[in-house]
């Protein structure tokens, strides 16, 4: 009998200490969650048209019934395969809030390319830096758009490079998002520096599939501006409603014979306190040059006279003498 009692109130004891670690609801009352302007009940099952890669909204209306310290909210989808390192999460607080007091609070959560369309929870996580907390749970579905294409990667090759008069082959890889298979996709690619465009086609990609595009050939110029330049990439499909756009960018380096030496240049230096030594042999040297060019001309010119006179005292003495013989002649 003893030994009963004994079980029995140990049975009790451990079942008051699990009731005493288990966490106590906070004293608030979640009022209401939207999800994309779009209000969530718990007894139910929300569908909902989710664009990939987007951020949502998410409004929690709280109202508190007792005074409420230190509060954290968070509200958060998981249960995909990479929810680890892509989380659809947001959180905020603290916060106080007075018995009575109603605030909305404003959060916002993207979901990624790796959520599959499928039910979720949302979760509204709220909690005090104790035990006590409350949780929503919402039960959402997510459903594709008809149609969403996305350009997923763009494989330049050269990939790191590309210079001067050198082709540029592209491929773009598109993914399918949507529920619609696509067909004729236009993929156009254009480097608005250099005037460059090219198009290609992608004849269907089924939906939640990718396709890549065929190599799209551009030749660069000889000359241009190194450094990256953007690259557009435009995918138009659903006969040309649809249009999603991407850009990325292209290392350029222009060819070896655009690059122009640098004029040389001379640089004059006056020194404040006077000319150099080099300066004053130099001058020197001018100055030294020019008596020798004025001395030159002065000799020549004086060789010039000379010839002058000597020929004026030839014809003196021609005539003097011619004279002379005239006389004789005479007597």
């Not at 067909?183 to 608005?192: A, H, M, Q, S």
């Not at 090219?198 to 269907?204: G, K, M, Q, R, W």
């Not at 690259?231 to 014979?257: C, L, M, P, W």
């Not at 000799?299 to 006179?309: A, D, F, K, S």
């Amino acid at each position: 009998m003893k030994t009963k009692i004994s079980a029995i109130l140990c049975f009790c004891l451990i079942a008051v200490l699990a009731l005493a670690a288990t966490a106590s609801a906070m004293p608030i009352t979640l009022n209401e969650v939207e999800l994309d302007e779009v209000e969530l009940r718990q007894d139910q099952v929300t569908r909902l048209d989710i664009e990939k890669n987007k951020k949502y909204d998410v409004d929690v209306l709280i109202e508190a019934e007792e005074d409420v310290d230190d509060m954290e909210i968070k509200v958060f989808v998981s249960g995909f395969e990479y929810s680890l390192t892509d989380r659809a999460e947001d959180h905020k607080g603290p916060f106080d809030m007075d018995a009575g007091e109603v605030r909305k609070f404003e959060f916002e959560i993207e979901f990624s390319d790796e959520f599959d369309t499928d039910n979720y929870l949302l979760r509204v996580f709220a909690m005090d830096r104790n035990n006590a907390e409350t949780v929503g749970r919402y039960s959402i579905t997510l459903d594709a758009p008809r149609n969403s294409l996305k350009v997923e990667d763009v494989i330049f090759y050269p990939e790191t490079k590309v210079k001067g008069s050198q082709a540029l082959m592209t491929s773009v890889r598109i993914e399918n998002n949507g529920e619609k298979t696509q067909e004729d996709i236009k993929v156009r690619l254009t480097i608005p520096d250099f005037d460059l465009a090219a198009t290609t086609y992608i004849n269907e990609i089924e939906a939640f599939d990718e396709k890549e595009t065929e190599e799209i050939y551009l030749r660069m110029p000889k000359c241009g501006t190194d450094g990256l330049h953007p690259v557009e990439i435009t995918v138009e499909y659903g006969e040309g409603h649809y249009k999603t756009t991407e850009r990325v960018y292209v290392n350029f380096e222009q060819d070896a014979s655009c690059v122009v030496p640098e004029e040389a240049t001379v640089e004059l230096i006056i020194a404040e306190d006077g000319p150099t030594t080099e300066g004053k042999a130099a001058a020197q040297e001018v100055q030294t040059s020019s008596n020798t060019a004025k001395i030159r001309k002065a000799l020549e010119i004086l060789l010039l006279v000379l010839v002058v006179l000597l020929v004026i005292i030839g014809l003196v003495i021609g005539f003097t003498r011619l004279g002379k013989s005239k006389e004789e002649d005479e007597y």
